[in-house]
């Protein structure tokens, strides 16, 4: 029997509500086998978390895999104290873990066991300080690498707290900055160095770790992750999602309505899939009417995905460029992506024009330029074509499009 699915709810789906990705998974469970540190590279939305909570699920008869997320952290005693707090499940790790940490617990009223995670958290960082989360951090991993079974560490946005921490202050990327983010990133490499083979760490983020070190000149510090480039799906996984989805729901697809959807995507990464479906669902349900055919799609498509829900959810990519760019430096990354959603397909002579109007070569010269190229391709904006760079996504072309084109002049 065909396969149903139930439809993404929250942020990450693991068991029934996972699609696909088979390969992924065997090579990703391998290259763990094999006992390496792997660096999952992809854009926004391509269920990178999702990836790492699954095969979390199937590996852990295997494997001790402990899910670290940095999302909300910005400076290493955060992070040590979180990776304290991820043994809390692993009962024998946990017994040690709270040695280590035995001088914070004297000052917990009724023993650590009878308080909260959060307060257990706040203790934690509040016994951890520039001076000793090296030496508490070396110990966690000796604690790991003695583990019986041996420990995957899936550490989740990452590149979050690195960037933070680059741009700690109002300083903006200082060199204490990038000195703190060097010590860090150092101890993290020595320690997967040393418990090769006991530990694996995978690291992941929703921005990408690779760009951000490079721009502080700190790339060697992730030499040992071997990348593992995850790809969108392709056209016959989400067609079959669409279909498993619409199984579910009991919603019939009528003649080439599935492939109308994926085509109108072409890039099919597997948030934007589940969003589309959602829209399917809902025009459905309101008009109760269970058929979806292909030629209501490309209004739906207008209307939906291009509309206010898809407003909210591109909007995050706008607002990230000022993660990674400078104030300055962002009319002209704008105006980039203006002009490509616009025209198609951004060209070398179009981009010095755009440099002249917006920045100047001396503010922004050769070397910045292509940086920021480099960015936005690494980020899931551009891929480069032989004419030029052109976006990776029809979704995010169509909805800056609609978003900027108004008041903005074209080049080409
Ligand atoms: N394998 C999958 N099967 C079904 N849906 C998926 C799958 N992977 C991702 N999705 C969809 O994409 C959404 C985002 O997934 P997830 O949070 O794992 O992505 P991410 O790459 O970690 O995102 P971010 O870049 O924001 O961290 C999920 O809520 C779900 O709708
Ligand atoms: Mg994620």
Redesign the pocket.
């Given at each position: 029997m065909d396969r149903k699915?139930r439809q993404?709810q929250?942020?990450?789906?693991d068991g029934e509500?996972?699609?696909?990705?088979e390969v992924d998974i065997r090579i990703l469970t391998r290259l763990v086998d094999d006992g390496a540190h792997i660096s999952i590279v992809?854009q926004?939305?391509?269920?990178?978390?999702?990836?790492m909570k699954?095969l979390a699920r199937l590996l852990s008869d295997r494997y001790i895999c402990l899910y670290l997320d940095l999302q909300k952290e910005s400076v290493p005693t955060d992070a040590i104290a979180e990776l304290a707090l991820v043994l809390k499940p692993h009962n024998p790790l946990w017994e040690k873990g709270k040695r280590l940490f035995a001088n914070i617990w004297q000052s917990v009223s009724g023993g650590v066991e009878e308080v909260s995670c959060g307060e257990i958290g706040i203790k934690l960082r509040a016994g951890l300080d520039s001076g000793n989360w090296m030496d508490k951090g070396d110990e966690l991993f000796r604690i790991l690498s003695k583990s019986e079974k041996p420990v995957l560490l899936m550490i989740d946005?990452l590149p979050l707290m690195v960037n933070r921490m680059l741009r700690a202050g109002d300083g903006g990327m200082t060199r204490e900055n990038i000195r703190q983010v060097d010590r860090f990133m150092s101890w993290l490499r020595k320690n997967s160095i040393e418990h090769q083979g006991k530990v694996r760490i995978m690291l992941?983020?929703?921005i990408g770790l690779e760009p951000v070190l490079h721009q502080a000149g700190l790339s060697a510090v992730i030499n040992n992750y071997q990348p593992y480039d995850l790809k969108p799906w392709d056209h016959e996984s989400a067609a079959g999602?669409l279909t498993a989805l619409a199984s579910y729901e009991e919603i019939v697809f009528d003649d080439h309505a599935v492939l109308r959807m994926v085509e109108k995507l072409g890039c099919c990464i597997?948030?934007h899939v589940?969003l589309f479906f959602a829209c399917v669902f809902n025009y459905c349900m309101h008009r109760r009417v269970m058929h979806f055919s292909a030629e209501e799609v490309d209004d739906l498509y207008e209307t939906e995905m291009l509309g206010f829900r898809g407003h909210a959810e591109m909007t995050h990519y706008e607002e990230r460029l000022s993660m990674y760019f400078e104030k300055e430096r962002l009319p002209l990354v704008k105006a980039m992506l203006t002009e490509t959603a616009v025209t198609g397909v951004l060209t070398r002579a179009v981009i010095l024009e755009l440099r002249e109007e917006y920045a100047s070569q001396a503010g922004c010269p050769d070397e910045a330029l292509d940086e920021m190229l480099r960015i936005l391709q690494h980020d899931g904006y551009f891929t480069k074509k032989d004419e030029g760079y052109v976006y990776e996504s029809n979704l995010l072309r169509d909805w800056w499009r609609k978003a900027h084109e108004e008041f903005y002049t074209r080049r080409a």
């Open positions: 699915l993404a929250g942020n990450w789906v509500r996972f699609w696909g990705r992809a926004r939305r391509m269920g990178k978390t999702s990836l699954e946005e992941s983020g929703s999602c597997p948030h589940q």
